[in-house]
């Protein structure tokens, strides 16, 4: 079958200014060659720490941010370079849930706004119609349909994301971007959205890219995991290989520094010796050398390239496997 998303080569380079002066330009390379794809009803987890371009390369193929290298298929067609209204007609395939259901939502509307506006642009959908459709998908992610007169403010965080996520589903996507769309809910109710995103998965055939720093969060949904750092994708591999025998010496800290035992701790930092290097001056060669326990001299010149290990894992080492 073919992918709901494919992206190959994905480069997402920006200019920044610097120096007292603001005169010098540098050049952050934030997403640097992500080639990936994403099976209908398939979840992929891209994980990484914090300023490791999974977001951007979320946003990218959302078509938020124009890449500057790469192509992006959505189910087969491409539009990398589709003017918004060429664009538009993609976008109701592909949609997103966001990190914080306080900033992401207008407090000012009712929830049957929010949920509504989409089906008005796209569908041309009005009255009883629109409401009778906005009501089914509240009662669909847990929500009461006499919510959608309540304004965004009155809802908690956990119902603001159900919320987010009656919105992305009103016009049937088959693919659904959620960029660290539960890292803002208390632990108890992270694993609630969890399980209805995994329903409607089910149900739907909906895929998802799920971007990520949790690997708690990861575990539960995902059934493949990308690895990023730096910009590039270091290892990717079924859920069961990256947790039980990840290759990689990045996936390798990550996993031995997850799962935190107090959820509280939790933060995007992960523990690892060495700061993570700027993505505006990456290191030469491998980029993860100057943190890596096992670098040899060779890490330091060569890049190594993402190779297929394996069925379906591939990792980007030289001295692994
Ligand atoms: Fe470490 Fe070298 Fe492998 Fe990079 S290529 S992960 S530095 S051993
Ligand atoms: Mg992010």
């Not at 407090?107 to 089906?119: Q, S």
């Given at each position: 079958?073919?992918?709901?998303?494919?992206?190959?080569?994905?480069?997402?380079?920006?200019?920044?200014?610097?120096?007292?002066?603001?005169?010098?330009?540098?050049?952050?390379?934030?997403?640097?060659?992500?080639?990936?794809?994403?099976?209908?009803?398939?979840?992929?987890?891209?994980?990484?720490?914090?300023?490791?371009?999974?977001?951007?390369?979320?946003?990218?193929?959302?078509?938020?941010?124009?890449?500057?290298?790469?192509?992006?298929?959505?189910?087969g067609t491409d539009?990398?370079?589709?003017?918004?209204?060429?664009?538009?007609?993609?976008?109701?395939?592909?949609?997103?849930?966001?990190?914080?259901?306080?900033?992401?939502?207008?407090?000012?509307?009712?929830?049957?706004?929010?949920?509504?506006?989409?089906?008005?642009?796209?569908?041309?959908?009005?009255?009883?119609?629109?409401?009778?459709?906005?009501?089914?998908?509240?009662?669909?992610?847990?929500?009461?349909?006499?919510?959608?007169?309540?304004?965004?403010?009155?809802?908690?965080?956990?119902?603001?994301?159900?919320?987010?996520?009656?919105?992305?589903?009103?016009?049937?996507?088959?693919?659904?971007?959620?960029?660290?769309?539960?890292?803002?809910?208390?632990?108890?109710?992270?694993?609630?959205?969890?399980?209805?995103?995994?329903?409607?998965?089910?149900?739907?055939?909906?895929?998802?890219?799920?971007?990520?720093?949790?690997?708690?969060?990861?575990?539960?949904?995902?059934?493949?995991?990308?690895?990023?750092?730096?910009?590039?994708?270091?290892e990717l591999a079924?859920?069961?290989?990256?947790?039980?025998?990840?290759?990689?010496?990045?996936?390798?800290?990550?996993?031995?520094?997850?799962?935190?035992?107090?959820?509280?701790?939790?933060?995007?930092?992960?523990?690892?010796?060495?700061?993570?290097?700027?993505?505006?001056?990456?290191?030469?060669?491998?980029?993860?050398?100057?943190?890596?326990?096992?670098?040899?001299?060779?890490?330091?010149?060569?890049?190594?390239?993402?190779?297929?290990?394996?069925?379906?894992?591939?990792?980007?080492?030289?001295?692994?496997?």
């Amino acid at each position: 079958t073919e992918p709901v998303v494919a992206v190959q080569g994905l480069q997402k380079y920006f200019p920044v200014q610097r120096g007292i002066l603001r005169r010098t330009v540098a050049t952050v390379r934030a997403v640097d060659g992500v080639t990936l794809a994403i099976a209908p009803g398939e979840t992929l987890c891209l994980v990484g720490e914090s300023g490791c371009g999974k977001s951007t390369v979320g946003r990218l193929i959302l078509r938020l941010m124009q890449p500057t290298g790469g192509r992006i298929l959505l189910r087969g067609t491409d539009v990398t370079t589709l003017g918004e209204a060429a664009m538009r007609p993609h976008r109701r395939h592909a949609q997103m849930v966001f990190q914080d259901p306080y900033a992401s939502l207008n407090p000012r509307l009712t929830a049957g706004m929010i949920v509504g506006e989409p089906l008005e642009n796209y569908d041309d959908m009005a009255g009883a119609d629109r409401r009778a459709k906005v009501a089914a998908l509240l009662e669909r992610v847990g929500l009461r349909a006499e919510a959608m007169h309540k304004y965004a403010f009155e809802f908690s965080g956990g119902q603001r994301q159900r919320l987010g996520i009656a919105r992305a589903l009103a016009l049937d996507p088959g693919l659904i971007v959620a960029d660290e769309a539960v890292s803002a809910l208390d632990v108890s109710v992270q694993a609630q959205v969890l399980n209805l995103l995994m329903d409607l998965q089910e149900e739907r055939g909906i895929a998802y890219l799920f971007i990520s720093h949790d690997l708690g969060v990861v575990e539960h949904i995902g059934h493949r995991i990308a690895v990023m750092y730096l910009g590039q994708i270091v290892e990717l591999a079924p859920k069961a290989t990256i947790f039980a025998a990840p290759l990689h010496p990045y996936t390798e800290a990550l996993i031995a520094a997850a799962p935190i035992p107090d959820p509280r701790a939790r933060t995007e930092r992960i523990v690892l010796e060495g700061d993570i290097p700027s993505a505006m001056n990456p290191p030469s060669g491998c980029r993860f050398h100057t943190r890596c326990p096992i670098a040899v001299a060779r890490c330091r010149t060569e890049a190594p390239l993402l190779r297929q290990v394996a069925a379906g894992h591939a990792v980007a080492c030289h001295l692994r496997p």
